[in-house]
């Protein structure tokens, strides 16, 4: 792609900032955003920084008829020093893409995305909270706009980043969360969209999330969707066991989403000296687990939550606790380190951060 160059229109009027210590998860936006427009022919033009505002779209636009969207979620962290560090940056470009390619949306430059995500953190930076665990989340997706009432893929596209100050993904933060194993309802199969970031893969999963809701669980934890046996993915995060002093996670399978933070903590877990195995873990073998006292922690990743420990399973009616519905070693050490890359407070091995030049 030829190199473009990206214009900015700065914001008249500026939004108050938040109280830091307040924040909830996606509830608040900043005053700019990227936005760049697709069409056939033509390809990816007009990159630009505007201030944060309502779109305007046809009604037949095929995105609110047929789906057709991607987006990916990653964060933006303020250091001790000032410093404003992006962790792993590339690595959500890349899988933006590949959500791409499942959803015949036309490729972005990953380093055009980049950059204009970096000068539009230039003009928000003021917006990065700098409390304890919070962060400033990034959203960049994908939406089709072409108006069209006919199943294709559209001929126009619109990407766009927006930024939101955040808090804790989940009330409980570190402290462990309860789950309900999912048997009748299903997210995803090899073969569909499971292993894409598309709107369609989490409107599938809110009935479920909304009836364990009233129940007092987090989260939904999903089985494979052809025998409902094998344990898959949570609805935001990927998930690890600890059985044996053996840390295992459910294989790539098609219809799990490649998550940036599992494949950190499966580099982070390796370096560290532990066993790690990726392969097809079963509901019933958590069961025998924790009846022959081998299950030692669960825990989920994702960018959100970054480690969410699991204190209770619930499945088929039995509840299985784990690890006396505490936080475990192994997620407490995970969670500190990787917060501490993060946050420019621990050592960066992988060469992970991305720093972001705000002067």
């Excluded at 066991?241 to 499966?266: A, H, M, Q, Y």
């Excluded at 687990?289 to 009616?317: D, H, M, R, Y």
């Excluded at 690890?323 to 420019?344: R, S, W």
Aim: net charge negative.
């Amino acid at each position: 792609m030829k190199e473009q160059t990206i214009k900015v229109k700065h914001a008249q009027n500026l939004k108050p900032k938040p109280n830091g210590q307040q924040l909830e998860f996606g509830t608040i936006f900043t005053d700019h955003m990227f936005v760049m427009d697709y069409t056939e022919g033509k390809g990816w033009h007009d990159p630009q920084i505007v201030p944060y505002q309502n779109l305007s779209l046809d009604p037949a636009a095929i995105i609110f008829h047929y789906g057709q969207t991607v987006f990916e979620g990653l964060k933006a962290y303020m250091t001790e020093a000032g410093d404003v560090q992006l962790f792993r940056p590339k690595k959500n470009f890349a899988r933006l893409n590949k959500s791409n390619e499942r959803l015949c949306i036309p490729p972005v430059d990953e380093e055009l995305a980049l950059d204009a995500l970096k000068q539009l953190l230039k003009i928000e930076k003021d917006w990065i909270p700098t409390e304890e665990g919070t962060s400033l989340y990034i959203r960049p997706f994908i939406i089709a706009t072409e108006p069209y009432l006919g199943v294709a893929p559209s001929k126009r596209y619109k990407f766009m980043i927006i930024l939101s100050p955040v808090g804790a993904y989940y009330k409980e933060g570190i402290n462990p969360v309860k789950i309900a194993v999912e048997n009748k309802y299903v997210r995803a199969v090899s073969g569909g969209t499971g292993e894409a970031k598309t709107a369609g893969n989490y409107a599938a999963s809110l009935m479920a999330q909304e009836l364990v809701s009233e129940e007092g669980f987090a989260q939904v934890l999903w089985l494979d969707g052809v025998e409902k046996k094998y344990i898959e993915e949570v609805g935001s995060m990927n998930v690890f066991f600890k059985i044996d002093g053996e840390i295992v996670t459910p294989k790539l399978n098609g219809s799990i989403l490649e998550g940036v933070t599992r494949d950190s903590v499966i580099q982070l877990l390796k370096h560290w000296g532990e066993t790690v195995v990726e392969r097809r873990i079963a509901m019933a073998e958590i069961e025998e687990a924790v009846k022959n006292g081998t299950l030692e922690e669960a825990f989920g990743t994702g960018t959100a939550a970054v480690i969410s420990p699991i204190g209770q399973l619930t499945w088929e009616g039995k509840d299985f606790i784990v690890n006396e519905g505490k936080t475990g070693p192994v997620a407490k050490k995970l969670y500190n380190t990787l917060t501490g890359i993060q946050y420019g407070k621990t050592e960066d091995p992988f060469d992970w951060i991305v720093t972001v030049d705000t002067k």
